[in-house]
């Protein structure tokens, strides 16, 4: 069993910063990929960032030189450093945790989601 654990949301103005932090525990082999997806009201969920075992990176355009994604594979945890955020950076959060349970054996895992709220 597998567990998400999200924390690090919040409400703040615009312009300013926030980290998200996503913690995976349980019965975990090892982990591939990593990443934080967003879902605004009335919108379908989208990729925000994502890092491979290896630390490559990838990010939504719209967020390309404000949020950065990282990893502390000792502590199976992903995080998210948002700085000058929109009102349009509105939304909540998911990580999404790519898992080896055994070997040949890969699961996707959701966090419980963490809600942003950007607004003055």
């Known amino acids: 069993q597998v567990q998400l654990v999200e924390s690090g949301g919040g409400l703040v103005q615009p312009g300013g910063s926030l980290r998200l932090s996503c913690a995976a525990s349980g019965s975990i082999f090892s982990i591939n990929g990593m990443g934080w997806y967003r879902q605004a009201p009335g919108k379908q969920r989208e990729l925000v960032a994502a890092i491979t075992n290896g630390g490559s990176t990838n990010y939504a355009d719209s967020v390309k030189g404000r949020f950065t994604i990282s990893r502390d594979n000792a502590k199976n945890t992903v995080y998210l450093q948002m700085n000058s955020l929109k009102p349009e950076d509105t939304a909540v959060y998911y990580c999404?945790?790519?898992?080896?349970?055994?070997?040949?054996?890969?699961?996707?895992?959701w966090g419980q989601g963490t809600e942003v709220t950007v607004s003055s």
């Open positions: 999404n945790v790519q898992i080896r349970l055994r070997v040949g054996v890969v699961e996707g895992y």
